[in-house]
């Protein structure tokens, strides 16, 4: 039988988690200061992204001439990347369709050229993908606290927002250190990511629930230790499950799938740790060292 | 016993037969599912493709009528061009009032297309022998009615016209003149867009030798039904949209990207299924084995639904599947750590079974609406590709949640009552 105190060992949980979560939180603060250390893709700042195929080895010295070559259609100093072996990524501000085909017409002329991807995103349409970004995940989580505020209690629901901040954190850390570029997609991540989590929380919610029925007498700390070393394992087991699944997209998936894929698993993971060992000490420490009544 | 047997053979062979009609497609009277080739709706970033999105460009205090009936023109007009360069897969989506998004699969020239597509229109109407008459420009509005024309007494959809004062004369004569050569067959106008004749309705006598007060308008009759004379009165409008379109996102990827993303994905997805199937035989045993069967049930009924609704499947559709098998095996874990807990306390199997989903059930049904309280979201605010993981998540988590509690709980039930029923078969 697993018996973790999670409750008395929770400094260490947090400790980790504080280490963890920090290049998100960095991240984040430091973004109303202009200072982005995301790789903000084209969806939310608008602009253009081209990635071709251009079949030939991709060095330094070809990537520095693109670049000037762009930047003399253009205008504006592109970012020119290597994607793949003999891919480019050319990323510069919006431009319009004319210039577009300015740009591939130019590497037509030097190159075999096969399109891969072309993104252009409008400085509004930028804006109004990031409303709604922003939207979704405030109504989203609001709406999934009243529901556990009603199913269970406002202190429990509080804390398992708090593990969901906790979860949404770590996963940006993930979006700073490997340089992952933040897309539209990054909503469907997140969102995933809150709904397994408050999962992974509600089944732990759900055993509370019902132990402090059968224990009327014990203190609310005790319970949530016994609760979660009884949800453990069936936490545990399912995290393996879905990052069976999960690692083979990162595997054998395309790069676009990929970027999807790798700071969801790191957010599940947060997520099942998070439900083991931040949310229900949290919620303990709420309701302080109360006796349940019978 | 022998029932059991039966019924139990009966879900297996149920099953079976799902897996086969989500491959090959079944068709009886009233009763069709496409097979999974034919029925799910490959996205742009699965087959390649482009997705361009115009906004129009309005000038500042225009009412939201006057945009609206500019907007619908402009379909009109997009909807026309597509046909015109032989996209008939396109697909036409307004977003918000002032968007349209254009989505075209297998485009290799994405910019040609955006070009093509977004040009300001060139309307003319001529006559039989394509003689230029006035340019859509002339016209000051064109509108359904319903009402009789010239001679004509029955009542039918007719498209009315008020055409500038300087050009009015200029149609009058122009239909006058058409009218008297019906026995030439030449009777009518015909309407160009970008050089290609779009409608050519046919003038009464009637009507053209009415002499209509230019202020009143000139009526143009179109047999058939109101929705004919709603597309002339869309096309013939184009020559006075009242903006230009700007486009405003561009999204293309080339076939190559396409197929292999598509190819990575199926791949991931079954040996990823493979040896989630693996862990829950392992580790469950028996229960494992009934949750394997459920969840390959899960997995073809999800390939059914995906057919039958025709859904529209974009990359992270694909990844939204992939979660949901993880909720899917998500509940049965649930129920099997608490069916093992009720065995560790003495219970007998056939009592642990019941305990084990009577109790779980609660967890599950609220972990289940908090994920579809987050989907609904996603679908409400979300747009395109995104849209298309909150539809597979809604489906997956629903279909999940009837393969857990129905499928796999009936099958090992019929499993208790063939008194299969040694622990070690159950992993404790």
């Known amino acids: ?294 | 016993m022998k029932k059991s047997v039966l019924l139990f053979m009966a879900v297996l062979v149920g099953i079976a037969l799902i897996a086969l009609i989500s491959v090959y497609g079944v068709d009886l009277v009233a009763f069709e599912i496409p097979s999974y080739k034919d029925g799910i709706i490959l996205g742009l970033d699965l087959v390649g493709g482009s997705s361009i999105t115009y906004e129009a460009d309005v000038p500042a205090g225009m009412p939201q009528s006057e945009i609206d009936a500019g907007m619908l023109s402009a379909e009109a007009m997009l909807r026309s061009r597509l046909t015109a360069f032989g996209y008939t897969e396109a697909i036409l989506t307004r977003a918000g009032s002032n968007r349209i998004m254009v989505s075209i699969p297998k485009i290799t020239n994405p910019e040609e297309a955006v070009k093509m597509l977004g040009s300001t229109a060139r309307l003319e109407f001529r006559d039989a022998d394509e003689n230029l008459i006035m340019y859509g420009s002339d016209v000051k509005s064109a509108k359904v009615s319903i009402g009789s024309v010239g001679d004509n007494a029955i009542s039918q959809p007719y498209v009315s016209m008020e055409i500038n004062p300087d050009s009015y004369e200029k149609f009058r004569l122009a239909t006058k003149e058409a009218a008297q050569k019906a026995s030439e067959g030449k009777n009518y106008i015909a309407i160009y867009l970008d050089n290609e004749l779009q409608s050519s309705p046919t003038v009464e006598a009637g009507f053209a030798a009415n002499g209509l007060d230019p202020t009143q308008g000139v009526s143009i009759t179109v047999g058939g039904s109101s929705e004919q004379a709603k597309n002339l009165a869309a096309l013939i409008s184009i020559g006075q949209m009242p903006f230009d379109l700007k486009q405003v996102e561009l999204r293309a990827v080339g076939s190559i990207l396409g197929e292999k993303a598509l190819e990575t994905s199926i791949m991931a997805g079954a040996i990823g299924l493979a040896l989630v199937l693996v862990f829950m035989l392992v580790v469950y045993r028996l229960p494992g084995l009934m949750a394997d069967l459920a969840l390959l049930a899960y997995a073809a009924i999800m390939v059914m639904l995906l057919s039958a609704f025709r859904v529209n499947l974009t990359l992270p559709g694909i990844a939204g599947i992939i979660l949901t098998i993880g909720m899917a095996v998500d509940a049965n874990i649930i129920i099997f750590a608490r069916f093992k807990e009720e065995m560790r306390l003495g219970k007998t199997i056939r009592a642990a079974v019941d305990a084990g989903y009577r109790r779980a059930l609660s967890a599950i049904i609220d972990s289940n609406i908090t994920t579809i309280i987050a989907a609904v979201i996603l679908l409400m605010f979300g747009t395109g590709p995104i849209q298309g993981f909150a539809i597979t998540l809604i489906i997956g988590i629903a279909l999940s949640m009837f393969t857990v509690l129905v499928i796999s709980r009936f099958l090992l039930n019929r499993m208790v009552d063939m008194n299969v029923t040694n622990p070690k078969l159950y992993g404790v």
């Open chain 1, 1 to 294: 039988m697993i018996n973790i105190k999670y409750v008395k060992n929770f400094k260490f949980s947090i400790i980790l988690s504080v280490f963890l979560m920090a290049a998100g939180v960095v991240g984040l603060v430091l973004l109303p200061f202009g200072v982005s250390l995301f790789n903000l893709s084209i969806d939310f700042l608008g602009g253009t992204l081209m990635q071709y195929d251009l079949h030939t080895t991709m060095d330094t010295e070809k990537l520095g001439e693109i670049s000037r070559m762009v930047e003399d259609i253009t205008g504006e100093s592109p970012t020119v990347q290597r994607s793949g072996d003999t891919g480019v990524m050319i990323k510069t501000v919006d431009i319009d369709t004319d210039t577009r085909e300015a740009v591939q017409r130019a590497l037509e002329a030097k190159y075999t050229v096969t399109l891969l991807t072309s993104e252009n995103v409008s400085a509004s349409v930028g804006a109004d993908l990031r409303d709604s970004a922003i939207m979704s995940v405030i109504i989203a989580s609001v709406l999934m606290l009243v529901y556990i505020a009603i199913r269970f209690e406002f202190k429990s629901g509080l804390a398992a927002v708090l593990g969901l901040i906790h979860d949404v954190l770590i996963m940006l850390s993930v979006y700073v250190i490997f340089q992952i570029p933040v897309d539209i997609n990054i909503i469907a991540t997140m969102l995933c990511i809150l709904a397994y989590s408050i999962n992974a929380s509600i089944v732990l919610f759900d055993r509370i629930r019902e132990n402090r029925r059968y224990m009327p007498k014990t203190e609310f700390a005790e319970i949530v230790d016994t609760s979660t070393n009884q949800t453990i394992t069936r936490n545990i087991n399912t995290t393996i499950t879905t990052l069976l699944v999960l690692g083979m997209i990162i595997i054998l998936g395309v790069q676009s799938i990929r970027d999807f894929a790798i700071p969801l698993a790191v957010g599940l993971a947060a997520g099942s740790f998070s439900s083991l060992f931040i949310v229900g000490p949290i919620w303990s420490s709420f309701r302080g060292k109360t006796k349940e009544k019978a």
